[in-house]
């Protein structure tokens, strides 16, 4: 079973090359319960760890929505 915090350890691991820069941690959080929330609903339909898992992590791919509104975040938060 993976926790929120291997989830948010994963977000960043993943998102801070996208960005250039770490995440912001409540976006971190969001991410991370969403991620855990989608792996939970696969494990429920009957698909393996792996498979729940790389289901997940499909949501972090360079060109997902999730990664878009990072970048907007970080481009805001420059902009401060």
Do not use: C, K
Request: no cysteine; glycine share 4%; proline share 6%.
């Amino acid at each position: 079973m993976m926790t929120n915090t291997r989830w948010a350890a994963i977000v960043r691991e993943r998102l801070a090359p996208l960005l250039g820069e770490p995440p912001d941690a409540e976006f971190v959080d969001e991410l991370a319960a969403h991620l855990a929330q989608v792996y939970e609903e696969s494990r429920r339909d009957g698909r393996s760890e792996d498979e729940s898992r790389q289901s997940a992590l499909g949501l972090l791919t360079p060109s997902s929505p999730w990664v878009d509104a990072a970048r907007e975040r970080a481009a805001a938060h420059r902009a401060r």
